[in-house]
């Protein structure tokens, strides 16, 4: 399975970006797609994610409210749609995809990965 991320950039705070990730070969093992991100030294965090079983979303605490997950089971794409964004969300986002059918927040559960975007929120 490749993962093919795209949309990050550089937004002032307040703005919004929206990043897109397509998932291609051998999906009909994927139970669900998220975004992760990661800071210079930090550990990867968990953004969100969807479950293609009912379409569930879930979301960490420091975004809940602002960013919100969508995605397209048949077209095996994800979404974050990051709005009112502050400085503190400046990270490389990469996008990721499960084949368990319960999410996870670890990066761990996650077996898919596609290659980070960088997203720069400027104060």
């Known amino acids: 399975v490749q993962l093919q991320a795209s949309g990050g950039g550089l937004v002032q705070a307040g703005g919004s970006l929206r990043l897109s990730c397509v998932a291609s070969g051998g999906t009909l093992s994927i139970r669900g797609m998220g975004w992760f991100r990661q800071l210079p030294g930090k550990e990867r965090e968990f953004v969100g994610s969807i479950s293609w079983s009912g379409g569930s979303a879930y979301y960490s605490e420091s975004v809940k409210g602002r960013f919100t997950v969508s995605g397209d089971n048949a077209k095996n794409t994800v979404y974050l749609q990051m709005d009112s964004l502050k400085p503190e969300d400046t990270a490389v986002y990469s996008c990721?995809?499960?084949?368990?059918?319960?999410?996870?927040?670890?990066?761990?559960?996650?077996?898919?990965w596609g290659q980070g975007t960088q997203v720069t929120v400027s104060s």
């Open positions: 990721a995809a499960t084949t368990l059918a319960r999410i996870r927040n670890y990066p761990e559960y996650w077996r898919y």
